[in-house]
Antibody, heavy 117, light 111 residues
């Protein structure tokens, strides 16, 4: 069974940093492009970042470019999102998402990030 | 940036009746490879999103056949032939041709 489990969320002050992890099981992460998608409180879905299967083809939404870094360790079957210079507007549930025939065939349960003083 | 506009934003439906959600794109969504990367997602209350449809009209595994997708160019539609209680939630269209953009969401509720 395909599973994605995010972790690393929490409460952080504006300007702070967090690293999110997404542990994949039931499949080999190395075969898939992966994404991070976020959802602010009571709001819709927003795409954050994408990474190719070999760590190439990295792209970010303009709102996080220069502050967030996506990476992966295929040997550990884990996807990461390093977030720095966090802003109040980065407050959201962050989902790890697999790409099969396009974004979104499998989603994790999400990890909540709250940026507040 | 590509903007996806969904309508309606709120959709009260009687059980057993059909429902339809429109998604209009600000740009054509045919990719250089000939595919149109327009997907539909369902998010039930308190749950993660689930993909229902990919590339306009292809149902994901396990998705009931009462869900169907159609459209081309800039206009796309998700149809539910007979709404069931488990269909309550928010539905999003998403394009993956020009990077990635989601629609605002349509909240389906039972009348």
């Amino acid at each position: 069974e395909v599973q994605l489990e995010e972790s690393g969320g929490g409460l952080v002050q504006p300007g702070g940093s967090l690293r999110l992890s997404c542990a994949a099981s039931g499949f080999s992460l190395s075969n898939y492009w992966m994404h991070w998608v976020r959802q602010g409180p009571g709001k819709g879905l927003v795409w954050v970042s994408r990474i190719g299967s070999d760590g190439n083809f990295i792209h970010y939404a303009d709102s996080v470019k220069g502050r967030f870094t996506i990476s992966r360790d295929n040997a550990k079957n884990t996807l990461y999102l390093q977030m720095s210079s966090l802003r109040v507007e980065d407050t959201a549930v962050y989902y790890c998402v697999r790409d099969v025939q396009g974004l979104g065939d499998s989603w994790g349960q999400g990890t909540r990030v709250t940026v507040s003083s | 940036d590509v903007v996806l506009t969904q309508s309606p934003l709120s959709l009260p439906v009687t059980l057993g009746q059909p429902a339809s959600i429109s998604c209009r794109s600000s740009q054509g969504l045919v990719s250089f490879d000939g595919n149109t990367y327009l997907n539909w997602f369902q998010q039930r209350p308190g749950q993660s999103p689930r993909r229902l449809i990919y590339k306009i009209s292809n149902r994901d595994s396990g998705v009931p056949d009462r869900f169907s997708g159609s459209g081309s160019g800039t206009d796309f539609t998700l149809k539910i032939s007979r709404v069931e209680a488990e269909d309550v939630g928010v539905y999003y269209c998403m394009q993956g041709t020009h990077w990635y953009t989601f629609g605002q969401g349509t909240k389906l509720e039972i009348k």
